[in-house]
């Protein structure tokens, strides 16, 4: 048997064992899967929110694997203990900032200067949330935000097959592992302003902005490394507040949790 030969039965053989496998991390482990809003929000102070936003892959989730030795030509990004695929806490934060960005005008501003991001300054409600990023100022600062990973039960596989425009004929395949279609996960937040906190923002002006922005991410532009192949999309199917004091605020769109949550924000409330 070839290099080649078994190169390629050496990849259908991780295949075969890893497509009908689920994924999760130890008992032990399982707080880490997502963390415990209800019962930790007792402690927290009043200006605290854990936001929770149940999704369903439509498209397939990819994220580069920074692993050097693989058999596959593309693994998708996995905790290297345990295996199970994830998307890192500051992918969120660095994919959320941009979907907030694209909402205050950076596509307008994109557009106007010639597709440079120079001269462009997030707005206040920005940066109190997601802070500045590093080497960016001298007085570096940290946003209100505290993200969590998102973990993934299933591992599945595509291929993309180019074409030569001469032959009109399929070149070479490249092979992708993946998150597969129809895959649940979470995002969690942690909207944990301090006192003193600069820039100050009221969170009843925010909270829309940042909801809305987390929609637009999730449902139109992607989550996915191939965002542009449409890749990385998702419908949510769940929203859900947690607030000290407060019953948990849950429901399936967006306009309907703010419904709920609204006069949490109204002065006078407790």
Not at 83 to 89: D, E, I, K, Q, R
Not at 183 to 193: D, R
């Amino acid at each position: 048997m070839g290099g080649d030969d078994q190169r390629i039965e050496s990849r259908n053989r991780y295949v075969r064992g890893v497509a009908s496998k689920s994924f999760s991390l130890p008992s032990a482990l399982s707080a880490l899967w997502s963390p415990d809003f209800d019962s930790a929000r007792t402690r927290w102070p009043a200006s605290w929110l854990g936001i929770e936003v149940g999704f369903e892959l439509l498209t397939p989730w990819y994220s580069k694997d920074d692993r050097v030795f693989h058999v596959m030509d593309n693994p998708v990004r996995k905790d290297r203990v345990f295996g199970v695929p994830f998307l890192t806490a500051s992918s969120w934060k660095g994919l959320l900032r941009w979907a907030c960005r694209m909402q205050a005008g950076l596509q307008e501003h994109l557009q106007e200067n010639d597709g440079k991001i120079e001269g462009w300054r997030d707005p206040d409600w920005i940066l109190h949330l997601f802070g500045n990023e590093k080497g960016e100022e001298e007085d570096f600062s940290q946003g209100a935000l505290v993200f969590y990973p998102t973990w993934f039960d299933k591992i599945g596989f595509e291929v993309i097959n180019p074409h030569s425009r001469e032959r009109r004929a399929g070149t070479q395949p490249i092979y992708y592992e993946v998150v597969p279609i129809g895959t649940n996960g979470t995002l969690s937040l942690l909207y944990a302003p301090w006192p003193g906190m600069k820039p100050e923002a009221k969170a009843g002006e925010i909270m829309p902005k940042l909801l809305e922005a987390i929609e637009a991410l999730l449902a139109t532009y992607g989550i996915s490394a191939k965002r542009t192949a449409g890749w990385g999309t998702a419908k949510i199917t769940e929203w859900k507040v947690y607030r000290k004091g407060q019953a948990l605020a849950q429901a399936d769109t967006r306009a309907k949790l703010w419904q709920t949550i609204v006069n949490w924000f109204r002065e006078g409330a407790p």
